[in-house]
């Protein structure tokens, strides 16, 4: 989302051609206490204090859900025209913040370690599915990262948990956008959507070779403001390349993208080969939009 001042200016997004807004204008946020300046706005107003959508506390992932929906059900009982939705989650960017019951779901998973288990079999899956060809070797853990095993037991609990915490956040993510699919198919929208699907950077290293913050106590954790689980969950986040966001190797700049579009675009069974750079989707948003200036 745009960056703007305390008002609304030409950089807020319905100033920039958007008709409903319900998100963040700054950066990351607190996912269950979204407070101003780093709070939701709806529309050109600040929303203090927002209520949960689901019944349950508030939680940024499921609010921007849902509001989409609503926004997309608005549009579809209404003038039925071509529609542009940009869902910009912020997941699962720092802080790190979850739902405990999901947390309990990746707990202990992580307690093999960033070494030979986790990374290396992400790796392994990665040249099965086709996604990395095998002449591309597995990169070294970055120089300085401590091995798994010179850890004593509390530090690997600790780190267990902010690499459980990380996983509830992709996970409710991924449930987020099953949702969303779901409504689709139901108005019978899905399959002439186009979806796209682009993170905007590779995994992020700040905070330290540990990571950041309160992550025991799940009160103070989710009054955090910029947790993170640390450059040696990084390394493993960017499998198989190396270093992070803020750097131009791959591990900063490649990313996860896809589009998916039943009507227009074939299943294959191949993997698409050929770099592509953001750059590549506006022209290709404005030929399916039929722009001409």
Same mark, same amino acid.
């Given at each position: 989302?745009a960056f703007g001042p305390t008002r609304p200016g030409l950089l807020w997004p319905l100033q920039r051609g958007f008709e409903k807004l319900?998100?963040?204008?700054?950066?990351?946020?607190?996912?269950?206490?979204?407070?101003?300046?780093?709070?939701?706005?709806?529309?050109?107003?600040?929303?203090?204090?927002?209520?949960?959508?689901?019944?349950?506390?508030?939680?940024?992932?499921? @609010?921007? #859900?849902?509001?989409? %929906?609503? !926004? $997309?059900?608005?549009?579809?009982?209404?003038?039925?025209?071509? &529609? +542009?939705?940009?869902?910009?989650?912020?997941?699962?960017?720092?802080?790190?913040?979850?739902?405990?019951?999901?947390?309990?779901?990746?707990?202990?998973?992580?307690?093999?370690?960033?070494?030979?288990?986790?990374?290396?079999?992400?790796?392994?899956?990665?040249?099965?599915?086709?996604?990395?060809?095998?002449?591309?070797?597995?990169?070294?853990?970055?120089?300085?990262?401590p091995a798994w095993d010179t850890l004593d037991d509390a530090k690997k609990d600790e780190m267990d948990l902010k690499m459980a915490v990380?996983?509830?956040?992709?996970?409710?993510?991924?449930?987020?956008?099953?949702?969303?699919?779901?409504?689709?198919?139901?108005?019978? @929208?899905? #399959?002439?959507?186009? %979806?796209? !699907? $682009?993170?905007?950077?590779?995994?992020?290293?700040?905070?330290? &070779? +540990?990571?950041?913050?309160?992550?025991?106590?799940?009160?103070?954790?989710?009054?955090?403001?910029?947790?993170?689980?640390?450059?040696?969950?990084?390394?493993?986040?960017?499998?198989?390349?190396?270093?992070?966001?803020?750097?131009?190797?791959?591990?900063?700049?490649?990313?996860?993208?896809?589009?998916?579009?039943?009507?227009?675009?074939?299943?294959?069974?191949?993997?698409?080969?050929?770099?592509?750079?953001?750059?590549?989707?506006?022209?290709?948003?404005?030929?399916?939009?039929?722009?001409?200036?």
């Amino acid at each position: 989302m745009a960056f703007g001042p305390t008002r609304p200016g030409l950089l807020w997004p319905l100033q920039r051609g958007f008709e409903k807004l319900y998100g963040l204008l700054d950066g990351a946020c607190r996912y269950f206490l979204s407070e101003h300046p780093r709070g939701i706005t709806e529309g050109n107003e600040p929303v203090d204090h927002p209520p949960g959508t689901r019944g349950e506390a508030f939680y940024t992932t499921d @609010a921007f #859900t849902d509001r989409a %929906i609503d !926004f $997309l059900r608005e549009e579809s009982e209404g003038r039925r025209r071509p &529609v +542009f939705l940009y869902l910009a989650y912020t997941a699962p960017h720092w802080p790190l913040q979850a739902f405990e019951d999901d947390i309990a779901k990746y707990r202990s998973r992580y307690r093999v370690g960033w070494d030979l288990l986790v990374r290396t079999q992400r790796y392994e899956r990665q040249v099965a599915s086709g996604l990395i060809h095998p002449s591309l070797p597995l990169s070294p853990r970055t120089p300085g990262l401590p091995a798994w095993d010179t850890l004593d037991d509390a530090k690997k609990d600790e780190m267990d948990l902010k690499m459980a915490v990380y996983a509830a956040m992709v996970d409710r993510l991924d449930r987020n956008i099953g949702k969303l699919v779901t409504f689709l198919k139901a108005s019978g @929208a899905y #399959t002439n959507t186009m %979806i796209l !699907f $682009l993170s905007d950077n590779g995994a992020c290293q700040e905070g330290g &070779v +540990f990571g950041r913050g309160e992550f025991r106590d799940p009160v103070k954790r989710n009054r955090e403001t910029a947790n993170s689980y640390g450059e040696a969950w990084a390394n493993v986040g960017n499998t198989p390349f190396r270093l992070y966001k803020h750097f131009l190797h791959e591990g900063g700049s490649a990313s996860p993208f896809f589009i998916h579009w039943p009507t227009r675009i074939a299943t294959r069974p191949d993997w698409y080969t050929e770099p592509a750079q953001v750059i590549d989707i506006l022209p290709t948003l404005l030929e399916v939009a039929g722009a001409t200036d």
